[in-house]
């Protein structure tokens, strides 16, 4: 028995693309299952980037490959258009035929260290966020490895992986990174760069076995927010926190015609 999970993100459009998968997978002797399971070969998630994120994070980055159905929404995860001439069928057709390959996407993780000794790790496919509460600006003394580098001061800052630059990354106005690269790249979020402050302007990129360390200043507000790929976590007293590449993957189906500069110019320009 060959089984397959099929999610989506609730929309009608989702669904009705389900209902139509869902059968065309059966009469090709899939089984199909409606959440991931162990037993299942395949993820195929229904929605748009956003909706194959929430999946990454609900089952906790599983390593079982991954296909996102694009349902009207930018898609850039995702690898296919549910109407363009000859989908899904073609798609179902590759796909048991392996023809495809797996593009794995690495992540990033911050260990959070509070003032009690708790360590927390967050993880994101796109990025991590570190910023203040109610808009304060914040103040966090940054090393890079073991060298203290600057007090950055401004609204927060990013570290995204490659996969993630096209996202927030880039409307702040990082560099778009081919996933074959692995990095970080820290952006900073309306940092302050005046006779009073100091913070770097331009984006960082740090090879994959470089750290960064931060150690947040406490001031108004007292909390520290992280974000992984958009969802909030708030701290209080945060003693450190560390942010480094993660060897941790999500592997992505790509079929042959999948290019990554063409699926940027695609969808940005
Ligand atoms: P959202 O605010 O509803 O959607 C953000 C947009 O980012 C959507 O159009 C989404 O595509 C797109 N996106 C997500 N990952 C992408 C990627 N790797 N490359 C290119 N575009 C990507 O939030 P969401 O859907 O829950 O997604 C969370 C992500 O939103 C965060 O990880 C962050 O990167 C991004 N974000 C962006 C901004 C900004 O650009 N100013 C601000 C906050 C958060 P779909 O339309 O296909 O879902």
């Known amino acids: 028995m060959r089984y397959i999970s099929v999610i989506t993100n609730g929309t009608d459009v989702s669904e009705q693309t389900k209902e139509v998968l869902i059968e065309k997978f059966e009469k090709h002797g899939f089984t199909v299952l409606e959440q991931c399971s162990v037993d299942s070969e395949l993820l195929v998630c229904i929605g748009g980037d956003g909706a194959l994120l929430q999946a990454v994070h609900k089952y906790d980055f599983p390593s079982i490959p991954i296909v996102g159905v694009n349902t009207g929404h930018l898609g850039f995860f995702q690898?296919?258009?549910?109407?363009?001439?000859?989908?899904?069928?073609?798609?179902i057709q590759e796909y048991k035929e392996g023809r495809y390959r797996l593009q794995p996407l690495n992540t990033v993780q911050a260990v959070v260290t509070t003032q009690n000794g708790k360590q927390e790790i967050l993880r994101g496919l796109n990025e991590i966020v570190i910023r203040g509460s109610h808009s304060y600006s914040v103040h966090l003394d940054i090393s890079i490895g073991d060298s203290p580098i600057e007090k950055f001061s401004g609204d927060g800052i990013l570290v995204a992986t490659s996969a993630g630059?096209?996202?927030?990354?880039?409307?702040?106005?990082?560099?778009?990174?081919?996933?074959?690269?692995?990095?970080?790249?820290?952006?900073?979020?309306?940092?302050?760069?005046?006779?009073?402050?100091?913070?770097?302007?331009?984006?960082?990129?740090?090879?994959?076995?470089?750290?960064?360390?931060?150690?947040?200043?406490?001031?108004?507000?007292?909390?520290?927010?992280?974000?992984?790929?958009?969802?909030?976590?708030?701290?209080?007293?945060?003693?450190?926190?560390?942010?480094?590449?993660?060897?941790?993957v999500i592997n992505l189906i790509r079929f042959e015609s999948y290019d990554f500069w063409d699926k940027v110019k695609t969808k940005f320009l």
């Open 79 to 91: 690898e296919i258009a549910p109407d363009e001439p000859g989908m899904p069928d073609t798609f």
């Open 165 to 248: 630059s096209t996202a927030y990354n880039y409307s702040l106005g990082g560099s778009i990174v081919d996933p074959r690269i692995k990095l970080l790249q820290v952006t900073p979020i309306a940092p302050m760069n005046t006779t009073a402050y100091r913070s770097f302007t331009s984006s960082i990129l740090l090879p994959s076995e470089l750290s960064l360390g931060i150690v947040p200043e406490t001031g108004k507000g007292n909390y520290i927010f992280l974000l992984n790929d958009g969802i909030e976590h708030a701290y209080a007293h945060v003693q450190e926190i560390k942010i480094e590449f993660s060897e941790t």
